[in-house]
């Protein structure tokens, strides 16, 4: 069994980098796209300085739209995209086209309601003092969420290390494309034993970063 | 300082249309003290939030400094409110934020350069005594200190008005006394105009030069402070004073009561005792006094003491009339 873990090993390596990568770039395109689009539906919301019903309810059946297409279709649905925009349909990188485009909502759901923890008369002593909407955004909201942001992309980078999985089944690669490859279709029982282990001890890992890191920046 | 006209405030909510503030008009003077009271719901928060378009008025219109808020774009508005300061009940810090942080925001939203920030943010945790605090969080300060803090930061642009929204309603009785002390002190030395929300008369008592009564939406009496606490018309105001003015007597009391019971209420420098045994010398009745107390309204004293009077009851009616000539007020409770 050691010998199979051995030799499997250099896979694993290129598997578990490719995994990074997938949830490295959709993370990153999650903060880029989801966190401004998160605060914009907390700061459009009523009662809110910037209350905007118009803006408030197209982002969000935006944001439903795509949160209510389950992943694994949503990565199918996506393939004419993903090419237009790679040139590639498979490998990590394309996989994470679909991967971002399913982070970016979940993401700002998430921002959306860290956002909503915030307590308004804090947000209104801001807007009595003058400040402008971006300083408030900015001064304000931002670092009064962080804790909930924080834990908000631990929730959101495990999600994705579990739906990368998926992307893995069409082509994406990944420490799921490895698992499904030898332990579903090979029946390779050690191969899968010692992916599924990465996976705990990866998301583990992140969710305790993620958790140290919120309790770090927490001043309550 | 702060003209209201006719202010109008309708909340659209589930059960209809609701009035918030109805038709109110007030004018409070540069450099007064006054108070707004009333039982929670009558429309007083919203009365204040009004005064800084917090909350914008349905109809009305608003006046601070001679600027008509309500004509202002969005980012005049932002510049006005520099000028109104503003504090609350629940102090609304910001908990990420070091008290310095905090106050520091207030200057840095009006566009005051960082060099400029620090010696005054010091200057103003000076002010309100707390400046050793000034790299602590919210979360290790008392309620007294976090008000403080949120009164420095209120004042950090220099405004001319000071908005107080319940902002002793949280504090425990000594901190109140403290709080009420310093926006005093500030009225005095910086000349700031303060509003002061509050279902507190003792607060009201305290402080205010003036005040005005709200009840479901209106303004049922204003006037002096001295005035309201004299002579309250109001069933509403009657009840407020009784919460600092309170002379309740024992039932037991009243019932073995033999003589004539009246309440006597002396004004400014009319010394109450003197006038008293000047009557019980001039006319043969006994007078004992159940119950009383001088309350200082401001500076000005307000006595009212409850006397039980004893005699024929031609001579008690005598000494009520010549009693009545010489005390601002005389009200007879119960004959015998």
Same mark, same amino acid.
């Given at each position: 069994m050691l010998d199979r873990i051995i030799e499997i090993l250099p896979e694993l390596n290129t598997a578990f980098f490719e995994t990074m990568l997938m949830v490295g770039i959709s993370l990153l395109v999650a903060i880029l796209i989801g966190l401004p689009m998160g605060i914009l539906l907390y700061v459009t919301?009523?009662?809110?300085?910037?209350?905007n019903k118009f803006v408030k309810l197209v982002v969000g059946i935006i944001v439903n739209l795509i949160r209510s297409i389950p992943f694994i279709i949503l990565l199918v649905f996506l393939i004419p995209f993903t090419k237009w925009l790679t040139?590639?349909?498979?490998?990590p990188l394309a996989a994470s086209v679909s991967l971002s485009v399913a982070a970016i909502p979940f993401y700002a759901r998430i921002v959306e309601s860290a956002a909503r923890e915030i307590d308004k008369g804090v947000i209104e002593a801001a807007v009595a003092v003058g400040a402008s909407p971006w300083m408030i955004i900015k001064d304000i909201i931002f670092p009064e969420a962080k804790p909930g942001l924080i834990s908000g992309l631990t929730i959101t980078a495990i999600s994705l290390i579990g739906y990368s999985a998926m992307a893995g089944t069409v082509g994406g690669g990944g420490i799921g494309d490895l698992a499904i490859r030898y332990?579903?279709?090979?029946?390779d029982d050690t191969v899968m034993f010692t992916t599924v282990i990465v996976l705990i001890v990866l998301v583990q890992f992140v969710q305790y970063l993620g958790d140290f890191i919120a309790k770090a920046v927490n001043k309550r | 300082m702060i003209t209201v006209e006719k202010v109008s405030k309708v909340f659209k909510t589930k059960a209809g249309l609701?009035?918030?503030?109805?038709?109110v008009s007030l004018s409070i003077n540069k450099g007064e003290i006054y108070g707004i009271v009333g039982?929670?719901?009558?429309g007083k928060s919203t009365l204040l939030r009004c005064m800084n378009i917090l909350e914008r008025p349905t109809t009305g219109k608003v006046w601070i400094d001679g600027v008509d808020?309500?004509?202002?774009s969005s980012k005049e508005l932002r510049g006005a409110r520099q000028s109104i300061g503003m504090i609350f $009940?629940?102090?609304?810090?910001?908990?990420?934020?070091t008290v310095f942080e905090n106050v520091a925001f207030a200057l840095k939203a009006a566009g005051v350069p960082k060099s400029k920030r620090k010696n005054r943010v010091l200057e103003l945790l000076e002010l309100v005594g707390l400046r050793e605090k000034?790299?602590?969080?919210?979360? $290790?300060?008392?309620g007294g200190q976090k008000q403080r803090v949120s009164i420095a930061r209120a004042l950090a642009n220099n405004p001319k008005v000071l908005l107080c929204d319940e902002?002793?309603?949280?504090?425990d009785p000594g901190t109140t006394k403290s709080i009420l002390k310093l926006l005093k002190k500030i009225n005095q030395e910086l000349g700031i105009t303060i509003v002061i929300i509050t279902h507190e008369m003792e607060v009201v008592k305290e402080i205010c030069n003036r005040c005005a009564v709200m009840q479901d939406g209106r303004v049922i009496e204003e006037g002096s402070t001295y005035e309201i606490f004299a002579n309250p018309t109001e069933p509403l105001t009657k009840a407020f004073i009784q919460t600092v003015l309170s002379f309740e007597l024992p039932a037991k009391l009243l019932d073995n009561c033999t003589g004539t019971l009246m309440r006597l209420q002396f004004r400014g420098d009319i010394a109450g005792e003197a006038v008293v045994s000047d009557m019980l010398q001039s006319f043969p009745v006994r007078g004992n006094i159940l119950h009383g107390k001088v309350e200082y309204i401001g500076e000005t004293p307000l006595g009212i003491f409850i006397m039980e009077m004893t005699g024929e009851r031609t001579a008690i009616d005598k000494a009520v009339a010549y009693l009545k000539e010489r005390v601002n007020q005389l009200e007879v409770i119960q004959h015998a």
């Open positions: 919301d009523k009662g809110l300085f910037l209350e040139h590639t349909t498979i490998g332990g579903y279709y090979r029946y | 609701v009035n918030g503030v109805e038709n039982y929670s719901g009558a808020l309500l004509g202002l $009940q629940g102090f609304y810090l910001v908990s990420s934020k000034a790299n602590d969080y919210p979360v $290790q300060l008392s902002a002793t309603s949280a504090l």
